[in-house]
């Protein structure tokens, strides 16, 4: 980190909810804390609170729809489909608009090779270590083992502001026409007279959006599939589960408020819990100088939480290597069974929750403090309608019966964004009744997804 760096790692949850949650650290890989951060947070808080995050339930239902009819006709390319699904709800949301493309010219698998790049960018070694050398800024990079850095830095900046731009702009093309007006664009365009974002602002400020709600969570969707193939017992309940609520013959509308499967949210919260996308969280920042039980933090100190020590801190939870929904069943933090803990949980479903008191989060996968994602509830109810369907379509098997699948840490990558590596499974449709239902479903959501074209 250099010579000069002030940092501090936070490996429990106490530490975070009293210096994140409690204090309101400063996020730095975006604007600093400040009026202007203060009216972006509030224009995206005001498309992303639950009232209005269920309004988009319909939009989540057809391309789930979608992609179970994708995977029935090509489940060689389900990777693909489930990345464009989860990036097509955030486009159709935010934009207005539809995202059909899977080629890698289209610009949802376009956003998600941008991704990749910058992943790969920030990745341990992959640039020199500034902070610690900084004399190696005025070395041309061809005479250092890091050659092109400063260009693959260049080229993900100008294709991002190029994808982000041409999406706001069509966006607006589209919004002036007369359609996607229940769009966030929309709303964005409309209200600037009062927010008077740049147009550089606007970009970036739909954009992130799409960089917040698509990747992380089509993560999430990956580590399910790889959890059903090496657990077909939990598979069978879960299927169970679902079959009971939604019978044979209609395909599961499932949300963050069916309290009626609760062995398939349990399923959620234990995907965020074992293998965390971010595993390190996103960087937060000091504004002023700090104590902290004896300790002087001083201003402008990096704070980085460590949700993977959190999430597998063994005298929290049991066996927190495996993955073992039922943990949420027997305990709402899946912790071990411990006293007063249960009327601490934060409900996050809730605007505006208090956190004045001792709470403790349902989760760390989110992040914590005035920085926690704000599209929790649309990305349950995205994971919940994916994975009902899922279930209920499918049998999810390893791609060779004899074949044993890795769930190690090894098999993702290591990076800031973890990611899966290639893993090898079969889709079984359950049925041929089922086929029909799948067909008659994506008639359906055709109809109903033409509006964003």
Known sequence: ?????????LNNWTSVRDLLDLRGNVHLAFMPYGSQWRTARKTVMEFLKSSEVDKLLPLQHAESVQLIHDILHNPERWRDYSTRMFG??????????????????????????????????VAQGAAPP???????????????????????????KRRQNKLYHDLASEAKTRIDSGKGQDSFAAAVFRN????????????????????????????????????????PKLQAQIYEEVDRVFGQKVMPFASASSDDL???????????????????????????????????????????????????????????????????????????????????????????ADTSY??????????????????????????????????????????????????SVHA????????LKHFGVRFVLRSEDKRAVIEGEWERADGFLRKFE
């Not at 190696?136 to 400063?150: A, E």
């Not at 970009?203 to 599939?225: I, R, W």
């Not at 919940?384 to 890795?406: E, G, I, N, R, S």
């Not at 993702?412 to 990611?419: G, P």
């Open 262 to 352: 609760p062995l398939l949210r349990a399923c959620f919260y234990e995907l965020l819990r074992w293998r965390p996308s971010v595993p390190m969280a996103i960087p937060h920042a000091t504004m002023r100088d700090d104590f902290y039980e004896g300790m002087f933090i001083p201003a402008n100190t990096t704070i980085l939480m460590n949700s993977w020590a959190i999430n597998h801190d063994p005298d929290e939870y049991e066996n927190p290597d495996s993955f073992d929904p039922s943990r949420f069943l027997k305990h709402p933090l899946g912790l071990k069974s411990t006293p007063d803990t249960t009327d601490k949980v934060l409900d996050e479903s809730i605007e505006d």
């Open 88 to 121: 097509a709800v955030i486009m159709a949301s935010v934009f207005g608009i539809r995202g059909t493309d899977i080629s890698p010219e289209g610009k949802i698998m376009t956003f998600f090779d941008v991704q990749a790049e910058w992943s790969g960018i």
């Open 412 to 419: 993702w990558t290591d990076a800031i964004l973890m990611t």
């Open 1 to 9: 980190m250099g010579p000069n760096a002030k940092v501090v790692v």
């Open 192 to 231: 600037n007279h009062k927010t008077e974002y740049s147009q550089e602002g606007l970009d970036y400020l739909l954009g992130l959006m799409m960089e917040a709600g698509s990747d992380t969570t089509a993560n999430v969707f990956e580590t399910f599939v790889l959890a059903l193939a090496t657990h």
């Open 130 to 156: 500034l902070e610690v050398f900084p004399f190696l800024k005025y070395i041309p990079d061809f005479l250092t083992p890091w050659k092109g850095y400063k260009r693959r830095l260049a080229d993900v």
């Open 358 to 407: 001792g709470f403790r989060r349902q989760n760390y996968g989110f992040g914590a403090g005035r920085r926690v994602c704000a599209g929790q509830r649309m990305a349950e109810n995205s994971m919940m309608m994916t994975m009902a369907k899922l279930v209920w379509a499918f049998d999810v098997v390893p791609a060779h019966a004899d074949a044993q699948l890795d769930t």
